[in-house]
């Protein structure tokens, strides 16, 4: 990463600078002067431009500690909050499993599925290879391998990032490619229904083809799933 080290004179408390860095004055200022260069470019001389309120030190010091008890207060919040999350997103997955390996009857019979990680099943399904239910398992390509690169507008081009936690595809996350890369991209070209799995990134997640999505193409870092 990149650091910007800076030693405050003796008018100025530390823990206060500290806190206007995470303020959106400081923010809106560093913004402002990175349009012009790169984060990477932002000098020691251009860092000593921006502009800092500075009460007397004496109400710095007393800011800083005000700011120290109610921060300490929201952190402790955001973890509870983030625990729940967290405990929440268990018992999602956990409903989730036990609905597509059980089904919605609990009282229905079961029997063994003669897999031992999976269990008991209903006694009325089947289990089945993936491979037995798709026509195609692939994944996508990307557009420079054939010397293409990404336009501004044109066929959507589905990104890993493009895939949401909640199955979605978001289409400010997407990039496009036009007419003749989709063309030679066949192999990856979408269709209605196909489900889209992360394979690279945060792995395992997944989202459904929407028609209102089409025509459109995906990367490398996408496999494609085609049921029957």
Not at 25 to 37: F, G, R
Not at 172 to 199: P, V
Request: with cysteine; proline share 5%.
């Amino acid at each position: 990463g990149y650091w910007v080290k800076y030693c405050p004179s003796k008018e100025v408390d530390p823990f206060y600078m500290s806190y206007w860095t995470e303020s959106q004055a400081y923010w809106d200022q560093v913004k402002a002067n990175v349009i012009q260069s790169t984060i990477q470019n932002f000098s020691a001389a251009r860092y000593g431009r921006l502009v800092v309120q500075v009460p007397p030190l004496e109400e710095q010091q007393a800011i800083a500690a005000w700011l120290d008890e109610r921060t300490a207060r929201i952190d402790t919040l955001i973890a509870k909050k983030q625990r729940l999350i967290e405990l929440l997103q268990e018992k999602r997955q956990a409903i989730i499993s036990k609905a597509v390996t059980r089904g919605l009857d609990p009282h229905v019979k079961l029997k063994d599925s003669g897999i031992p990680w999976l269990g008991e099943v209903p006694e009325h399904w089947e289990v089945k290879r993936v491979k037995h239910l798709t026509k195609r398992i692939t994944k996508g390509t990307t557009p420079t391998t054939l010397g293409h690169d990404y336009t501004p507008s044109g066929i959507l081009f589905v990104k890993v990032e493009s895939i949401t936690s909640t199955h979605q595809v978001d289409l400010n996350q997407c990039a496009f490619i036009d007419s003749q890369t989709h063309a030679l991209l066949e192999r990856s070209q979408l269709k209605e229904g196909d489900i889209l799995l992360s394979i690279a990134g945060a792995i395992g997640r997944s989202a459904i083809v929407s028609r209102e999505l089409l025509p459109a193409n995906t990367n490398q870092a996408v496999a494609i799933i085609s049921p029957t």
